[in-house]
C-alpha cells in the first residue's frame, strides 16, 4: 500500500524538514478543528522570566535543533509569534540563578522559529521534555511542554501527552525535532502570514503589546515588553521595552 499522501494546505509554505530515510513527511495540522489546536499544559515550578532573546542554548550534551511553525487556527502562520523555551541541562537540573537553557525568540516572516539546544536530562518524576510560552503578538499566552518520541518515562508521565511530541531525526551525532505550534487564533480572511502588517509610527499613550513592531525616527522596533508608552519611554532611550530591528 502506498505511502499517504502529504497534506498540504494551500498558502502554507511547504515543510522543510530534514527527514532521515524511510520517513514519512509529518502531514501539515488541519487546525482547523479545536482538537488541532496545542494543548496547554503546567508550567512546573522553574520558569523565570525576562529570559534573554536567543535561539542558541549552549552547553554539554547531544545537540538538539527543534524547529517549526507557529500557526492560527487556518493553518496560517503567524509572524513575530514569541516563543520562550526553558529545559533541564544535561543532568536533568534547571538554572535557577541564571538563565542556563533559558531563552526567547521570535517566528519570522514566515512564521518559522529555529531553537538549537541540547537533550534535556531526566530528573525524578517526568519524562523527557522542554517547556515553552508561546504568543502571538497581543493575543493570550500559551503555556505548554514538548516531548520526545520512544521515552520509557513517557508511559508512566502523568503530565505527558502524546499530542505534543516532536517529530525526532538523528544525523551526524544530532538530534533534529520538528513540531507546529496551533494557537487558538482565528484565521484572517486573505491568507499568507498574519501579524505581517506594516508597523505604525510610535506614539505616547498607546497599549503596546510584546512582539508588536514600530517606527521611529525611520527605524523600526519590536516590542520587548506590554506596556503603556508614554513620552520619554521613546524606543531608542529604552531597549528594555524596546529592540531595535531595522
Ligand atoms: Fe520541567
Redesign the pocket.
Known sequence: MAAPIPILVPQIPALARSMAPGQTLEPTPYCQEPEDRTPAQTE?P?FKPNSPQRDTLTGAGTRLVVSGYVFNLACQPIANALLDFWQ?DNNGNYDNVGYTFRGHQFTNAQGQYRLTTIVPGLYPG?TR?I?VKVQAPGRPVLTTQLYFPGEPRNNTDTIYDPRLLMTISSSGGQRQGAFDFVLNIAGGPTGGPTGTAQPTTWRPNVLYQVGQTVVYQNVTYRCALTHTSRVGWEPPRVPTLWTRVG
Do not use: D, E, I, N
Request: aromatic share 16%; proline share 0%; glycine share 16%.
Open positions: 512546573g522553574y533541564a517526568r521534555h517547556h
